[in-house]
């Protein structure tokens, strides 16, 4: 898949290697801040990661696709993912992510921070060049055995539930483009989000479950994209369905 130079190839094996050798410094930092400073809790932790070991078990690209409320929705998903301890021996199972570059890299220090914690940055908004070569170094990373992080529908919800019609078509390229690519669908929501946020409340208690789908499509190009967006996308609204259903 990959169509990158062999620059921008050697500035992510650095970085990888980078965020590698600091990890037994940050992770453990953030597990801290998010177990205890913040205290959260995940219901349901133990299911979700064991089956996403199942999932690291089994050779071939994994993309990880999400529901997203709040702007630190990709660390709270790596935590339901794996422990410290997963992590600090299976480095490449912390998912690689793609934060909007205002919000996560507009400084120098957001800048590094991105670099460390495993940032593909994208603009939002830009054009179709830039989004692509965004997806084509998440497909030559996990060609290469990492995970990566996105979020089908684009950005966060302003409605707080998934939007069925805001799938967005670069996730559907990136699945279509790695052969026998599988995505594990996470359906992640604090029992007090009731609205799109920025940060979830301290003490919040999040539910979290999985579910895997490898999905195809018989369309060609931009339509074949679209669809398959289309398909984990749905995935996502069912999952939501249950978990209201099983709070009533």
Not at 49 to 68: E, F, K, M, Q
Not at 102 to 126: D, E, N, Q
Not at 144 to 165: H, K, N, Q, T
Request: proline share 4%.
């Amino acid at each position: 898949m990959s169509r990158l130079s062999d620059r921008e190839r050697g500035v992510l094996r650095l970085q990888r290697a980078t965020s590698r050798l600091l990890s037994p410094l940050w992770i453990p930092l953030f597990v801290g801040i998010m177990g205890y400073w913040m205290r959260w809790r995940i219901d349901g932790v133990t299911e979700v990661r064991a089956a996403y070991r199942r999932l690291r078990a089994v050779p071939g690209p994994l993309l990880v696709c999400a529901n997203h409320l709040t702007m630190l929705d990709s660390f709270v998903i790596g935590w339901a993912l794996g422990g410290m301890g997963f992590y600090l021996r299976d480095f490449s199972a912390l998912p690689w992510n793609t934060p909007e570059r205002v919000h996560f890299a507009s400084t120098w220090w957001k800048r590094i921070l991105a670099y460390l914690l495993k940032c593909v940055p994208v603009t939002r908004g830009s054009d179709r060049a830039e989004v692509a070569r965004v997806l084509d170094k998440v497909g030559y990373l996990m060609e290469r055995g990492e995970v990566a992080l996105i979020f089908p529908e684009g950005g966060r919800s302003r409605s707080a539930r998934v939007e069925a019609d805001s799938a967005a078509y670069g996730v559907g390229r990136l699945v279509k483009a790695l052969p026998g690519c599988r995505v594990a669908c996470v359906y992640l929501r604090g029992e007090g989000q009731d609205a799109m946020t920025d940060v979830p409340a301290r003490g919040e208690r999040f539910h979290a479950s999985l579910s895997v789908l490898e999905p195809k499509s018989d369309k060609r190009g931009l339509r074949a994209s679209l669809d398959v967006s289309q398909q984990i996308v749905a995935r996502l609204s069912e999952m939501e369905q249950r978990y209201f259903d099983d709070r009533q």
